[in-house]
C-alpha cells in the first residue's frame, strides 16, 4: 500500500507540472520578453543619481511575476522538444527573441544593484 500511495504522490505532482509545459506558446513569451524590455527600458531612462525609481520597482514586479513564469515555461519547453522547438518558429524570430531577452536580464540585474547598493 505504501508504494501505492508514494505513486500517487509523485503521480500527482508530476501531472500539473507536465500540463504546466504544455500551456507553453512562444508568442506569449515573446509578448512577456518584449513588456520587460519596456519595462526594464523605461527603468533605465528614469534613474537619476544611481537611485530606485518607481519604474525599476514595476519592471523588478513584472520580471518576477510574468517575466519569470513564461521563462520557467520555455525552458521546459526547451528540454522537452529542442531544436524541433526552434525550427517551428523560425531561427530569425528566435535569435531576435533571444537578444531581448539577454538585454532583460542584462537590465534585472541593473535594477536590482540600484535596489540593493
Known amino acids: 500500500m505504501k508504494v501505492r500511495k508514494f505513486s500517487l504522490v509523485v503521480a500527482c505532482i508530476m501531472i500539473p507540472a507536465m500540463s504546466y509545459a504544455q500551456d507553453f506558446d512562444f508568442a506569449n513569451f515573446s509578448k512577456a520578453v518584449e513588456r520587460a524590455h519596456e519595462l526594464g527600458t523605461a527603468c533605465q531612462n528614469s534613474v ?4 530606485m ?3 525599476c520597482e514595476k519592471f523588478l514586479n513584472y520580471y518576477n511575476g510574468e517575466y519569470d513564469e513564461q521563462a520557467v515555461l520555455l525552458s521546459e519547453e526547451m528540454s522537452r522538444n529542442g531544436a524541433r522547438f ?3 518558429i523560425g531561427y ?3 535569435d531576435r527573441v533571444s537578444e531581448l531577452d539577454e538585454q532583460v536580464e542584462r537590465m534585472e ?3 536590482y544593484d ?3 547598493n
Open 109 to 111: 540585474i541593473f535594477a
Open 86 to 88: 526552434i525550427d517551428d
Open 53 to 55: 525609481t518607481p519604474q
Open 114 to 116: 540600484l535596489k540593493y
Open 92 to 94: 530569425d524570430e528566435f
Open 48 to 51: 537619476d543619481a544611481d537611485e
